[in-house]
């Protein structure tokens, strides 16, 4: 942590080494009542770290002696590392614009607002939300689960956990760091509980923290665009430290007239932009009749789910999801499939998986219907 009493060229040419965060772009002389003041955060980009994810691959540019392409791992920034950052900037949230509200039966919206000092003394806001929606949680945690059963469940806890209680069988495949490892696929048989128990114990758990996660999520997505960080990083970029410089007010305090116009503005005003009041989180209680009890399997690997809790930014769409993929595919809505029921658009996977069980395809909801 260093204090620069000079200009911000000087502040990008001392820290030309690290992933520099600058909150202005305006390249201007600091007057005598401000300074820079810059925060170091590191990233810890060890698997179990928690302060990155990976989301991909990117091109590297280069290309190996056969003339393939040569991609690179590529990380987004998790939530931890994102609150340290945030906290090394000074970022605070309005908690007058920074709340959730249920829309409807199944989905919940989360607005957050937060701000950082310039230069001037004024603060740059930005605005954002988060929406969570239980029908396309569920179809998201079917899709997954189905994947694991039959590609094979990688992480060696899951993987355990669920041989004790599902038939399947042991195999070789290489998880999402890219290493090679025993992993446990799930019989046919035994296939459809494994997913059906899985849903149930990510949507109940969901069910419970879904106005959190959405808050999160809104306030993660604030701290990017404030913050300005990049979609997705290398490890290679990774193993610089984040440098964020921010102008913090730093007068001559001696000067009898500073510390009589300080006295009268008060420093409370500076060091809080919004207040202290307490961010309104509200319980969300469902009418339903489910008394699956989720708490008594919330522990056991084997439901674990692997996607981020984090929000996750948009990815650019020159990453592929497989590095041996040479373009990625266009997103489609449907892609062509259409539910039996309801006329809804549906994707592949839920077409197959809806075929196999119903013998016809059929949305989420619609396959809760016949469930019943």
């Known amino acids: 942590m260093k204090d620069i009493m000079a200009s911000l060229p000087e502040v990008i040419n001392e820290y030309k080494g690290y992933n520099l965060l600058i909150p202005t772009a305006t390249d201007v002389q600091l007057n005598p009542f401000y300074k820079f003041h810059?925060?170091?955060?590191?990233?810890?980009l060890s698997e179990t770290s928690g302060d990155i994810f990976k989301v991909g691959s990117v091109d590297t540019g280069r290309k190996d002696d056969?003339?393939?392409?040569?991609?690179?791992?590529?990380?987004s920034l998790s939530k931890p590392l994102l609150n340290k950052m945030a906290m090394a900037a000074g970022i605070q949230f309005n908690p007058e614009q920074t709340y959730g509200e249920r829309i409807d039966r199944v989905t919940y919206r989360a607005h957050a607002q937060?701000?950082?000092?310039?230069?001037?003394g004024t603060c740059r806001t930005e605005t954002d939300q988060k929406e969570i929606c239980l029908e396309d949680e569920e179809q998201k945690y079917r899709i997954e689960f189905a994947d694991k059963a039959a590609r094979g469940i990688t992480d060696d806890k899951q993987a355990k956990a669920a041989a004790e209680i599902f038939k399947g069988t042991w195999t070789k495949a290489t998880n999402k760091w890219g290493k090679t490892v025993d992993a446990y696929v799930i019989d046919e048989s035994d296939r459809e509980k494994y997913i059906e128990r899985s849903v149930m114990v990510n949507m109940a758990l969901l069910k419970k923290t879904w106005a959190e996660k959405a808050i999160t999520g809104a306030k993660l997505r604030v701290i990017r665009a404030l913050l300005g960080v990049k979609g997705t990083y290398t490890k290679e970029e990774l193993k610089k430290n984040f440098a964020i410089p921010t102008v913090v007010f730093s007068p001559d305090y001696s000067d009898p007239t500073v510390r009589q116009a300080m006295l009268a503005q008060g420093i409370g005003s500076v060091n809080n932009m919004f207040g202290a009041a307490a961010l309104p989180v509200r319980k969300v209680d469902f009418d339903d009749e489910d008394t699956f009890d989720a708490e008594a399997f919330a522990s056991n690997?084997?439901?674990q789910s692997d996607a981020p809790d984090d929000d996750i930014p948009d990815v650019p769409e020159e990453i592929p999801n497989e590095?041996?993929?040479?373009?990625?595919?266009a997103p489609q809505e449907n892609e062509g499939y259409f539910c039996d029921g309801c006329g809804v658009?549906?994707?592949?996977?839920?077409?197959?998986?809806?075929?196999?069980?119903y013998g016809r395809p059929l949305c989420v909801k619609c396959q809760r219907g016949v469930g019943r």
């Open 114 to 120: 937060g701000a950082m000092r310039k230069a001037d």
């Open 66 to 75: 056969r003339g393939n392409k040569i991609y690179a791992d590529a990380f």
């Open 323 to 329: 590095p041996d993929m040479k373009e990625p595919p």
């Open 38 to 44: 810059v925060e170091e955060v590191a990233v810890d």
């Open 301 to 303: 690997p084997a439901f």
């Open 345 to 357: 658009g549906i994707t592949e996977k839920v077409y197959e998986y809806s075929l196999n069980k």
